[in-house]
């Protein structure tokens, strides 16, 4: 899994520009994204990944500049910055920084840059993700604004408005990708499994809390397995987590009866007090 999301906003007061025209009002220009810092443009249609670090910068014209001395003019700029998913959720804290910088007659044509590294949540959803950037001019007293977007291709799990478990899959292998088409073992083998938790209440601080347990049933109703408390999931996080992911894994014993089996998932979110169990069938040949 990708590291927890996090976000890291850098900027720099000065950067140099090619020399042009500086525009006669305020305006935000040359906003791109970068595969790294001040790196490889991206292309509009770049599918960036969960836990993947957005690279931004734009540049400000237009700025008013005041007299300072006789070969010196001062500028001062204060800027601020929004990410937000399609829902128009916050993904990372609203960011605030100012520009000031003294400029000579050879900064004629020179431009401030802003620079931003965003790290996409570990669990982003597909969709187009907004950068906004407003800067205002404090001698000027002007104001201007511009928007930057980016995709995100994530995995997709349809929500839920109670606690359920989507896409339980059996795996041949710890890493495997794509599920087995049936979910025939032998005496021996370690079974694995994932699955989506979704539709569980978010507390203080987009706090979760869910935890589950399972049995292996057989066919006969004998429980040969049980873990009552198999795994528990919790965190807080500015970006709001909308699904969890669960896994679990079981070594068949060598001498393991053959024949069809049951494993009862009993998932529970201790937040919403919700209770939701689910069956899925196996077979050892």
């Known amino acids: 899994m990708r590291r927890v999301f996090q976000a890291l906003l850098v900027f720099s007061a000065l950067a140099q520009a090619a020399p042009q ?124 604004q511009t928007m930057a977007k980016f995709t995100i291709k994530g995995r997709d799990v349809a929500p839920a408005d109670t606690l359920v478990v989507r896409d339980f899959r059996f795996l041949r292998k710890e890493d495997d990708r794509e599920p087995v088409q049936i979910a025939a073992y032998r005496a021996g083998d370690t079974l694995w499994a994932r699955f989506d938790i979704t539709g569980f209440k978010l507390g203080d601080k987009n706090r979760f809390d869910v935890e589950y347990g399972l049995q292996v049933v057989g066919s006969d109703g004998a429980v040969s397995y049980s873990n009552p408390r198999a795994a528990q999931e919790t965190n807080e996080t500015f970006y709001p987590q909308r699904y969890t992911p669960g896994s679990l894994s079981l070594v068949l014993p060598k001498d393991v009866k053959l024949g069809s089996y049951t494993i009862v998932l009993t998932v529970k979110d201790n937040i919403g007090k919700q209770i939701y169990e689910t069956r899925e069938k196996f077979s050892v040949e």
């Open 21 to 144: 025209e500086v525009a006669e009002k305020l305006a935000i220009v040359n906003p791109l994204l970068h595969l790294t810092e001040d790196g490889a443009v991206a292309q509009p249609d770049y599918p960036f990944l969960p836990g993947e670090t957005v690279y931004f910068s734009c540049q400000v014209a237009g700025f008013r500049k005041a007299e300072r001395h006789i070969d010196q003019q001062e500028m001062f700029l204060t800027y601020s910055i929004e990410v937000r998913d399609s829902h128009d959720v916050a993904v990372v804290p609203d960011m605030s920084d100012k520009i000031a910088a003294l400029l000579s007659p050879e900064d004629k044509h020179w431009m401030p840059k802003i620079r931003e590294s965003i790290v996409a949540p570990a669990l982003a959803g597909s969709g187009e993700y907004r950068i906004i950037v407003k800067v205002k001019d404090e001698y000027a007293k002007t104001e201007t």
